[in-house]
């Protein structure tokens, strides 16, 4: 989007000057980052690029992990990545989803969410193909689910239907239970609606382990990466499983009564086996992914 709106802002400055412009909207394609990389480091294969707003870094992994379980690759390079720019200071300005004070989720007095950007890229490979270059293994993926909440474009189901859907698909795909999982790194953007949602879908999935489920957003500290968000977070699953102690949310004052679950305010150890990460993004886009520790 930067790229767009130097191409436009140019255009609009010196209309009759096309110097740079043909460079800009060559780079203004989607694919273009991924074939740089390519070129870069001499990778070959299809590029897969998935736009699914907030969800797309968790939508890229599982799919990567997907092909690579079914053995229509040995290896793939994934991730996500997104950059800020004033279209999307804009965009969010106008939905008033952003917080005028600091990003607080699941806090009774969160008012919003805070921006951040990044990248976090993975490689996938198959446990034959890792062992013969002597990879470090970090972390499993043992489930994946996906699934669109039509409930509104920007607004999720009020009972956080989708978010159960794919914590649970999830879940059955890994073939464990919530009982099995140590800790969730939640979606938790701050805003009134996800985070109200978000904590009924994971009362409602976790059940009675709910109780003692270790919970945290990181986006309180590294803030809202967007498209980068589930491939941030992923990597900091697989952090809390190789060193195994539980990530920390930031900004906590009160959390909402309707959490049943533990908001982690302070970095402690624990014994991290499986971590889940929940990536939701605006269009309904959900998505789940299931770490389990190597050993």
């Not at 273009?32 to 707003?53: H, K, S, V």
């Not at 989708?162 to 979606?187: E, Q, R």
């Not at 709910?210 to 986006?219: D, G, H």
């Not at 967007?226 to 990530?247: K, T």
């Amino acid at each position: 989007m930067a790229l767009g709106e130097a191409y436009l802002q140019q255009a609009i400055a010196a209309p009759h000057t096309k110097r740079h412009q043909a460079t800009r909207v060559v780079h203004y394609q989607a694919q273009r980052q991924g074939l740089t990389l390519c070129d870069a480091f001499a990778f070959q294969g299809p590029i897969t690029i998935i736009a699914n707003a907030c969800a797309s870094g968790s939508n890229a992994i599982g799919h990567a992990w997907e092909i690579v379980k079914h053995g229509r690759v040995e290896r793939v390079l994934t991730g996500g990545y997104d950059a800020l720019c004033q279209l999307t200071f804009a965009g969010f300005s106008s939905l008033q989803a952003l917080s005028p004070t600091a990003s607080r989720p699941f806090d009774a007095r969160r008012d919003g969410l805070s921006l951040g950007e990044g990248a976090a890229v993975l490689t996938l490979e198959s446990l034959d193909c890792a062992r013969r270059r002597k990879a470090e293994i970090l972390g499993e993926i043992i489930g994946y689910a996906a699934a669109t909440d039509t409930h509104h474009l920007t607004q999720p189901h009020p009972e956080g239907q989708a978010a159960f859907v794919v914590m649970t698909d999830a879940c059955a795909c890994a073939g464990i239970s919530p009982a099995n999982v140590d800790y969730v790194n939640a979606h938790g953007t701050g805003t009134p609606l996800n985070d109200l949602t978000e904590a009924m879908a994971i009362n409602r999935w976790a059940g009675e382990r709910a109780l003692t489920l270790p919970v945290s957003s990181t986006k309180a500290g590294i803030g809202h990466l967007l498209g980068a968000a589930g491939a941030a977070e992923a990597v900091v699953c697989l952090m809390a499983l190789r060193e195994q102690w539980l990530p920390p949310q930031q900004g906590m004052d009160a959390p909402d009564s309707i959490c049943q679950f533990q908001i982690v305010r302070e970095p402690t150890d624990a014994v991290v086996n499986v971590a889940l990460s929940n990536s939701f993004g605006f269009g309904g886009g959900n998505a789940t992914l299931i770490f389990r520790r190597w050993s």
